[in-house]
C-alpha cells in the first residue's frame, strides 16, 4: 500500500470518526465534495498545503494522515476554559496509582498588599497541581519553569525552550509509567486501607 493509499484510507477513517459525510467533511476542511471523493478514492493527491489544512481542522497528525505514525492525535486545542478543564480533569482522573495528581488549595497572606487596612487579613485562595513524585517528570517541569523565567525576562528567546523541549519531551517518552503489579497492591493494601494513627 503506498503512501497516497494510506491518505485515503485515513481520510475515509478520519470521516468516519467524526461522523460526517464527504459534503460535511469538506465544507469543514475547504474544498469540494467531488475533490474530497477523488481524495478517499485515490484519484487525485492532495498537495502538502491541503494535507496540512486537514491535519489543522480535524486536529491530527499529519504523520498520522500519511501513515507514518499510529498516532492519531494532533495538539490539543484550548480556545476555551473548559477546554482547560477538561485538561485538568484527564490528569485528576488518570489511573496511574500510585502516581496520582493531585488538585490542592492553598491560601496565600495578602496582608502586606498595599490597599489592605491595619488590622486587616487579606486572604486569597490559589489553586495547584500536585504531580507524582517522579524525579525526572520533576525536573522536567522545573527546567522549563527555569526557562520560561528567563525567557519572560528576555534573557533568552522562545527557540531556545523549543529547542529544549523537544530533546526533553523525547526523553521523557522512553520512560514508561510503571503500574504496580497486584502483589504490591495486596502487599501494601494496609498501608493505603488503614493510615497510621497518631
Known amino acids: 500500500m503506498g503512501n497516497f493509499d494510506i491518505l485515503a484510507q485515513r481520510l475515509k477513517t478520519l470521516r468516519a470518526d467524526m461522523s460526517m459525510t464527504q459534503k460535511e467533511f469538506s465544507e469543514k476542511v475547504g474544498f469540494t465534495q467531488a475533490t474530497l471523493s477523488a481524495y478517499e478514492n485515490g484519484q487525485k493527491k492532495p498537495s502538502l498545503d ?8 480535524c486536529n491530527v497528525s499529519i504523520d ?40 490542592k488549595t492553598y491560601t496565600v497572606d495578602d496582608t502586606d498588599y498595599e490597599l489592605a487596612l491595619p488590622g486587616d487579613t487579606i486572604c486569597h485562595y490559589e489553586w495547584a497541581l500536585a504531580l507524582p513524585n517522579e524525579d525526572r517528570l520533576l525536573g522536567f517541569v522545573s527546567t ?11 534573557r533568552i528567546k522562545q527557540d531556545v525552550i523549543d529547542t529544549w523541549l523537544n530533546g526533553a519531551l523525547e526523553e521523557l517518552k522512553t520512560i514508561p509509567i510503571v503500574i504496580p503489579s497486584e502483589e504490591f497492591d495486596e502487599e501494601h493494601s494496609n498501608i493505603l486501607d488503614d493510615p497510621p494513627q497518631s
Open 64 to 103: 498520522w494522515l500519511c501513515g507514518l505514525s499510529e498516532e492519531k492525535g494532533g495538539k490539543p486545542e484550548i480556545k476555551t476554559y473548559r477546554d482547560v478543564a477538561v485538561r485538568i480533569l484527564e490528569l485528576l482522573t488518570a489511573n496511574m496509582f500510585p502516581f496520582d495528581f493531585e488538585l
Open 144 to 154: 522549563y519553569k527555569e526557562l520560561n523565567d528567563l525567557y519572560i525576562n528576555g
Open 50 to 57: 491541503i494535507i496540512m489544512d486537514i491535519a489543522k481542522h
